[in-house]
């Protein structure tokens, strides 16, 4: 259980500072698959650094299983915007980072995240003859061998084609099947949000709060052109609108 | 692998890159042959070619060199060495980059022959004066390329050790020093060259053995022959170890190469 309360982060800046997070409150029980979603500057990122132990000074209390977070850790897996492999080590080194692939136990495991990931055949490629997707599925695999608490994505696939992003939202919701990893998925694309998310937050910026929580309660795989997907579709998207049209206090300030 | 139309590809450029020196030669023998040059100043490569075979059969030429090969490595090993880990250790480090790199600066731009009279007289004419002026110069080269290896080390990825619970020791031998090998490598073939260069320094004064005391030793007889030798001999044996290390490098940086390999 990840739990947040009372979580305000504040950054110092030149003119004033910034409050990038105000008062957040969240509980995610284990194995659940959290979506998050708002407009540029609303904290999201803040927010998940924060929970991977990346940035320690905030107020307010984030705890994983009842103990504070205190720094990174493999138990905290994080997946950026963009996959930051080593680019002098091979798929499977990458995978296994600095676990031994000499270890029996180790070098299996990495075989079976390959296959989860569907890289079989590349073990060998150096990340620079990988695309981005492919890549991108190197560091999530990376993360997994760690098998963490929870899984933490940022704009995972914020980078890739559109065909990508559909095949790896595949990909993801595989692995959480199969594993029932706690994720938090930040994104930006509305779509994506409601087709993975058994609850999609909705944040708003200035200073950066949680507007409002949707449950999606619908069976995966899910139908994107299914009408119920829809109507759920469009009720975050209203809440989105909403979000969009908040009054901006001073439109010149915070650059 | 090279495909057999890569390799008739590969020959035919270096016959291409062997015209220039090679029509070179043969006007100068020809100038030679024709009485127009001045044989003690400027003696014809067939003259050369004989001085270079008399000269290793006698076995002149393969002792001096080996003594010379073994300062430059010396001198290199030393001065090298010492650059790679204080590199690291500064660009580690803002304190130690505080603290000594200003002091490094100053002494990097001392040239050999302001310094050499001095470590003669501390060190005296043997070993010891001849290695420390290589190794000065073996220095600098690795000191200032470790370093800016080890500053451009890429920021996202130490997020990225930090989350994977990279002890110090893996963060140091699985991150920076892969990131700045290749700064390193390059450190390297620099050193490489200017212990070379600091050699001909080191026993043009006063010494009785080594390549340099032969080239002095020729000169004060104006035997051009054999100044001539000792130079060749000189860029032949430099170009061989620069082609050592471009070989390690090829092999150390494949990751790299195959970024670059597709044409
Ligand atoms: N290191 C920093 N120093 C100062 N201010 C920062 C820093 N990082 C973020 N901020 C500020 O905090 C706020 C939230 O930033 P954050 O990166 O979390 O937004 P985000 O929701 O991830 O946006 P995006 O969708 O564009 O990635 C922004 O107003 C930003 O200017
Ligand atoms: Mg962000």
């Known amino acids: 259980m990840l739990a947040i309360q009372g979580l305000t982060k504040i950054f110092p800046a030149p003119a004033g500072e910034v409050v990038a997070l105000r008062d957040i409150r969240l509980e995610i029980g284990p194995g659940r698959l959290v979506t998050f979603i708002g407009p540029s500057g609303c904290g999201k990122s803040t927010l998940l650094k924060i929970a991977a132990g990346l940035d320690a000074s905030y107020e307010g209390s984030i705890t994983l299983d009842g103990r504070p977070i205190e720094g990174p850790s493999v138990e905290k897996g994080v997946i950026f915007q963009e996959p930051r492999l080593f680019p002098w080590w091979t798929v499977e080194k990458n995978i296994a980072a600095n676990a031994s692939l000499r270890d029996a136990a180790v070098r299996r495991r990495v075989g079976e995240l390959i296959e989860l990931v569907r890289l079989k055949g590349f073990e060998k490629a150096y990340p620079s003859e990988l695309s981005g997707g492919m890549a991108q599925r190197v560091a999530i695999a990376r993360a997994l061998l760690r098998r963490p608490k929870v899984l933490l994505l940022d704009e995972p ?3 890739l084609d559109a065909f990508t992003r559909a095949h790896m939202q595949e990909v993801l919701l595989d692995i959480w099947q199969a594993d029932r990893t706690t994720m938090l998925f930040v994104t930006h694309d509305l779509d994506e949000a409601v087709f993975l998310g058994q609850q999609v937050v909705i944040m708003n910026p200035r200073p950066g709060h949680i507007r409002r929580v949707v449950s999606v309660d619908l069976p995966y795989p899910r139908q994107r052109t299914g009408a119920p997907f829809q109507e759920i579709r469009g009720v975050v998207l209203r809440e989105f609108e909403k979000v969009e049209e908040a009054p901006v206090p001073d439109p010149g300030a915070g650059i | 692998m090279l495909e057999p139309s890569r390799t008739k590809a590969a020959l035919l450029n270096a016959l291409v890159g062997l015209l220039l020196p090679l029509s070179i030669l043969a006007a100068w023998q020809a100038a030679a042959w024709g009485g127009w040059l001045n044989e003690v100043l400027l003696p014809p490569p067939s003259a050369i070619a004989e001085e270079f075979a008399a000269m ?13 090969a073994w300062r430059a490595l010396l001198g290199f090993v030393l001065g090298g060495g010492l650059g790679l ?35 003669i007289l501390w060190f005296g004419f043997g070993e010891a004066s001849k290695i420390l002026l290589i190794a000065k110069g073996a220095f600098f080269p690795l000191y200032v390329n470790a370093f800016l290896g080890v500053r451009s080390v890429d920021r996202q990825l130490f997020d ?24 390193i490598l390059l450190g390297v073939r620099l050193s490489l060259g200017v212990s070379w260069l600091g050699l001909v320094v080191a026993e043009l004064m006063g010494s009785s053995d080594g390549l340099g005391y032969i080239l002095n030793d020729a000169r004060s007889f104006s035997l051009t ?6 130079i060749l001999v000189f860029a032949a044996a430099g170009k061989l170890t620069d082609s050592i290390v471009k070989l390690l490098e090829r092999r150390l940086l494949r990751w790299q190469t195959t970024l670059k390999g597709v044409e």
Do not use: C, K, Y
Request: charge should be positive; hydrophobic fraction near 55%.
């Open chain 1, 157 to 159: 696939f914020g980078a």
């Open chain 2, 56 to 68: 290793s059969r006698s076995g002149e030429l393969p002792l001096n060199l080996g003594i010379s």
């Open chain 2, 85 to 119: 880990a204080a590199g690291l250790w500064v660009g580690f480090s803002w304190r130690a980059e505080r603290l000594v790199d200003p002091t490094l600066q100053m002494l990097r731009m001392l040239p050999h022959l302001a310094v050499a009279p001095l470590f």
């Open chain 2, 160 to 183: 990225v050790a930090r989350v994977l619970q990279f002890t110090r020791s893996q963060t140091l031998r699985h991150l920076i020093l892969p990131a700045a090998l290749p700064s």
């Open chain 2, 225 to 230: 022959s054999v100044i001539f030798v000792g």
